[in-house]
Nanobody, 120 residues
Framework: QVQLVESGGGLVQAGGSLRLSCTAS????????IGWYRQAPGNKRELVAG???????YYADSVKGRFTLSRDNGKNTVYLQMNNLMLQDTAVYYC??????????????WGQGTQVTVSS
């Protein structure tokens, strides 16, 4: 069974750092896209950062210069290094990926979410 397993959330003071991890586990052919979304209370889920099909990274304007996305292909893992965290970064962070379970069949998967809370 394919799933995305997240870790690394927690409570941090403003200006601090956290690193989130997301590992794709199970049997699949390839990772087509993978990245992070977040959802704060009362808000819609929004894209934070991700790798597109070409392997290029993209970031929401609100996190550019503070968050860095990286990946370890051998571990099927993507990392989100979050620096200089602000109160408005508080949200549940979700890993999202499009995985090919067969060469020409893709499905979208979501992780269970990990809470990031930034305090003043």
């Amino acid at each position: 069974q394919v799933q995305l397993v997240e870790s690394g959330g927690g409570l941090v003071q403003a200006g601090g750092s956290l690193r989130l991890s997301c590992t794709a586990s199970g049997s699949f052919f390839r990772i087509s896209t993978i990245g992070w979304y977040r959802q704060a209370p009362g808000n819609k889920r929004e894209l934070v950062a991700g790798f597109n099909r070409l392997g290029s990274t993209y970031y929401a304007d609100s996190v550019k210069g503070r968050f860095t996305l990286s990946r370890d292909n051998g571990k099927n893992t993507v990392y989100l290094q979050m620096n200089n965290l602000m109160l408005q970064d508080t949200a549940v962070y979700y890993c999202n990926a499009v995985l090919a379970t067969m060469p020409t069949i893709e499905y979208e998967f979501w992780g269970q979410g990990t809470q990031v809370t930034v305090s003043s």
